[in-house]
């Protein structure tokens, strides 16, 4: 088996290599969401890295990605869906000219170069937006923002949510994505505010319940739920308006690392939302949601070292159910990561990132589930 699937991977290889350099002669083929039966996608993720104030990277970080380069390792990985960034969460954009700035020293047009030679390899790109925290709008907004941690600091105001209606807008009218996904649609981790809130924030409680906000200390769960589901819905009503009135067939692709959370649980953004995925990566909690949703919305689990999940028992039970498949890591030095070598070796020896990459890889490429789940 190792034998048969290096085979695969060496073609892949080939092929890949030689798009690098021969994309630009090729005519433009974009392909569809209606063509993509198994979503197989993966994201070498932009969002951690070293140098901000936080763990998110230092502004142009990678800006010198290389976007055919980037292109053909996904296709070398078997990927059918690209998940890459609009803007990432040190809130510069991965595109240039757009209202949002880009990263400092890009190179390349990223964005609309990824969608453009992704299409051409018959692969869908997606951008990302990150709905709850944005360092650039935490420092040029400190009155909106509870600070500057690498974790869910944003009021959804009205301010936000004007900006983000403007960003997502101009992403996609720029960038031609096929979509995007949305990242941390939660309200503000009141354990890193302290449990205090923001005189804005308090302005929108009333804003949204109709009464003035009790205080810190008097207000009930029953009343933060009641709040953080009203705030939420409002923001998914900014974003879906914002993405299908600028293309109608945007998909809009949601990640929960708790899709069973009370403020999110028969939500209208279920039911509305084009792609919902769970990014704990355990099956329980996709198939508690499924009832929520809407007739059309594709589920998809997620593997990543943060989830903890066996990706050789996962894969091949989503594949089993028709559940999508993704998986991200932070890239490395160069923007992105190991693959060659990675898929020469035998899923037993590896670990983290790198087994996932090996066990999706081998699902993506057409390996039978029996044989991922034993490791060959």
């Known amino acids: ?30 392909v569809t969401v209606e063509s993509i039966r198994d979503i197989k996608a993966y994201c070498i993720d932009f969002n951690w890295g070293p140098g901000g104030p936080n763990a998110f990277p230092k502004p142009g970080t990678w800006a010198d990605a290389d976007p055919a380069k980037h292109v053909a390792w996904y296709k070398t990985m078997g990927a059918n869906v690209i998940q890459t960034f609009c803007v990432s969460c040190n809130g510069y954009a991965w595109y240039k000219g757009g209202v949002v700035p880009q990263q400092p020293g890009l190179q390349h047009d990223f964005l609309p170069e990824m969608v453009r030679l992704g299409h051409q390899d018959g692969m869908l790109v997606m951008g990302y937006f990150c709905i709850g925290a944005n360092t650039r709008w935490g420092q040029e907004h400190p009155e909106l923002s509870y600070g500057l941690p690498s974790s869910c600091h944003i009021p959804f105001t009205d301010s936000y949510l004007t900006y983000l209606s403007s960003s997502i807008g101009d992403a996609i009218r720029r960038t031609g994505i096929d979509g995007f996904m949305i990242d941390w649609v939660w309200q503000p981790e009141r354990a890193s505010t302290g449990g205090k809130w923001l005189p804005c924030e308090k302005e929108l409680y009333h804003q949204l319940m109709g009464e003035a906000f009790p205080g810190e200390s008097k207000l009930t769960p029953k009343e933060d739920i009641a709040y953080g589901r009203k705030a939420i819905e409002r923001c998914w009503m900014v974003i879906h308006k914002a993405a299908k009135e600028t293309n109608p067939k945007c998909i ?125």
């Open 1 to 30: 088996m190792k034998t048969e699937f290096m085979k695969i991977v060496l073609a892949c290889v080939g092929t890949a290599v030689l798009a690098v350099t021969s994309h630009a002669q090729k005519a433009d083929t974009p």
């Open 252 to 376: 809009i692709w949601l990640t929960s690392s708790n899709p069973t959370h009370p403020h999110v649980v028969d939500s209208a953004m279920y039911k509305e939302v084009d792609w919902l995925m769970n990014e704990g990566g355990d099956l329980e909690r996709v198939r508690a949601v499924t009832p929520m949703t809407g007739k059309d919305t594709r589920l998809i689990t997620c593997l990543a070292g943060w989830n903890g999940q066996d990706a050789s028992t996962i894969v091949p039970a989503a594949l089993k159910e028709g559940i999508g498949l993704y998986g991200f890591a932070k890239p490395g030095p160069d923007s992105l990561l190991p693959l060659e070598s990675l898929l020469a070796r035998p899923v037993g020896e590896l670990q983290g990132d790198e087994r996932n990459i090996a066990v999706l890889a081998r699902a993506y490429h057409g390996v039978s589930g029996e044989a991922v789940a034993n490791g060959k």
